[in-house]
């Protein structure tokens, strides 16, 4: 009957110690995200062809223009959907 008892309690406090070394994993993975993050220079071949010269400053701001429109759209969406939801909800509740 001791046997039993113990080797329940062994397997619990393994458990315990893997999910406590898991947590400090994972904390300190988040922590060298956060601290030790690269930046990526990267761009498709074309753009870079494109733009390579300093001489192409407007296209360069064209291109930048496109990609910040390109990028407003899904935001608004969000945006619309978000606030349709939260009316919907307001008058549910009234």
Same mark, same amino acid.
């Given at each position: 009957?001791? /046997?039993?008892?113990? /080797? ?9 110690? /893997? ?30 062809? !494109? ?8 296209? !360069?701001? !064209? ?32």
């Amino acid at each position: 009957m001791r /046997k039993m008892e113990n /080797k329940i309690q062994n397997t619990e406090n393994r458990t315990i110690t /893997k999910s406590g070394k898991s947590f400090l994993a994972k904390y300190c993975y988040i922590l060298f995200a956060i601290f030790f993050s690269v930046t990526a220079n990267a761009q498709c071949a074309m753009c870079r062809a !494109a733009l390579g010269g300093d001489a192409n400053t407007t296209q !360069a701001q !064209a291109v930048n223009d496109g990609i910040v429109y390109l990028m407003a759209i899904p935001y608004l969406l969000v945006a619309i959907i978000g606030y349709s939801v939260y009316r919907m909800r307001k008058n549910k509740s009234k």
